[in-house]
């Protein structure tokens, strides 16, 4: 028996974003969702890298026991490209990416995960979520310390734990199964899962035959739901090719983000360069003709000998240039040029250091308003830091706020793994707020004991 996939992929911007930094792919050997996060497009930019720089297993298609690990080499790639893409460009240092994807070596699945976007199951009757969420909230479930019904209007729903940022080490779950012909497969990114239900995604599963079908009724209903965020939902149909009509999917499908940077990606990478030609425009500059001897020659005199017996008739044999157009004559211009260089250099000098101070205030103004919740110095304590969580020439952007006091040893396993990865705040009440659940956590905890 063999089997293929026939997918569909797509994606919605939604009701409220103004960007769609969500970005998915599907193709033969390969399934794939990004939810990027971060400001100054930079969700759009990470989930960009993560999807250009996964979809190469679909046609390197490694054998069924190197698709594990051929899915944890293209992840920490993935991250090492945004760690690049970080150091390009610092305002983009709070960008990152969720990543769900499954590689196929004919009924052998490999399942990479990391972050809150999920990949569903479809097998007869029986339908489950087949990835595990890496967010605060999903640990508290975890622990029963809040309910299923309670997620929704947690605070803190929104907090992920794990995702590629480009900083931190990468530690996704990966898993392998067996599939069966007749399973259904649901990739899809927290823009559908966190405002259609399980039981409405189940139904509509069931319902449409079609993935291209199902995909679209599934963003339909999320849109109906509010769509607060964007959509991308990516379905395949694992098929058995010798009895199946239809026959499977043979071209790749690439949606959202990932799709609108695709001649970018296609091109070599987004590099420097690359941006800077996008800025300028292909019909902006015209490319310059090579210079030709005879064209230096037409420099020296404004024009060349023919063109001026064209102009001046025969009188032209008779001309003589004035002495102070003469080739050999004295040179005093030489001076004169070299003074006149001052004015422009002094003003080249003034534009850098004002630039630069501009640079080193309004950078100074975005630190001093970023906080995070970390280790306390001594690695005993939770403490307040404001700054970003970075090193720049062995300089640190960021310094210790407030000791909390609260003991790390007191938390629970999983917030102290958060706070040893720092948990990013909005702002100083944002991180205090923050502060106090784990207070709660570590009171319960000690409680418990």
Request: with cysteine; aromatic share 6%.
């Amino acid at each position: 028996m063999t089997i293929a996939l026939r997918y569909a992929a797509y994606s919605d911007v939604g009701c409220l974003r103004e960007g769609n930094e969500d970005s998915g792919y599907a193709g033969q050997h390969l399934l794939a969702v990004a939810d990027g996060m971060g400001g100054y497009a930079g969700g759009e930019v990470a989930s960009s890298i993560a999807i250009s720089t996964i979809r190469r297993l679909d046609s390197e298609a490694p054998g069924p026991d190197e698709m594990a690990e051929a899915l944890q080499r293209a992840v920490e790639q993935a991250n090492a490209s945004l760690s690049r893409r970080i150091m390009e460009e610092p305002q983009l240092e709070n960008m990152g990416t969720t990543l769900t994807a499954m590689l196929w070596s004919g009924p052998r699945v490999a399942l990479i995960h990391i972050g809150d976007s999920r990949a569903y199951l479809l097998r007869g009757s029986r339908f489950e979520q087949i990835t595990h969420d890496h967010t605060l909230v999903q640990t508290l479930v975890d622990e029963g310390k809040i309910t299923e019904e309670e997620v929704a209007t947690h605070p803190q729903r929104s907090l992920i734990l794990r995702a590629l940022d480009g900083k931190s080490p990468v530690d996704p779950d990966i898993s392998i199964s067996e599939a069966k012909a007749g399973d259904r497969y649901l990739l899809c990114s927290d823009g559908l899962s966190g405002v259609v239900s399980k039981k409405t995604i189940h139904e509509t599963l069931v319902a449409e035959p079609d993935p291209g079908t199902a995909a679209k009724k599934l963003i339909d209903l999320a849109i109906r739901g509010g769509g607060p965020d964007n959509i991308t939902a990516v379905i395949a149909d694992v098929i058995e090719t010798e009895t199946d009509r239809e026959g499977p999917t043979r071209s790749a499908q690439l949606v959202g983000a990932a799709d609108q940077r695709r001649e970018i990606l296609d091109q070599g990478g987004d590099t420097p360069a690359r941006r800077a030609q996008e800025l300028r425009g292909a019909g902006d500059t015209a490319e310059m003709d090579p210079v030709r001897d005879e064209d230096l020659e037409k420099d020296s005199h404004g024009t060349s000998d023919e063109a001026y017996q064209e102009s001046y008739g025969d009188d032209y044999d008779d001309y003589e240039a004035p002495p102070t157009a003469r080739r050999d004559r004295p040179e005093p211009e030489t001076e004169y040029r070299t003074r006149r260089w001052w004015p422009m250099v002094l003003v080249f000098v003034v534009l850098v250091a004002v630039i630069a101070g501009a640079t080193y205030y309004f950078g100074r103004q975005y630190v001093d308003d970023q906080y995070y919740v970390g280790p306390s110095p001594s690695g005993e304590t939770v403490s307040i830091y404001q700054g970003i969580n970075t090193d720049i020439a062995g300089f640190s952007l960021s310094e210790e706020f407030e000791d909390t006091r609260i003991p790390l040893d007191s938390l629970p396993e999983s917030d102290r793994d958060a706070v040893e990865n720092t948990l990013p705040a909005e702002n100083l009440d944002d991180a205090r707020e923050r502060v106090d659940m784990l207070r709660e956590s570590s009171a319960t905890e000690e409680g418990a004991g």
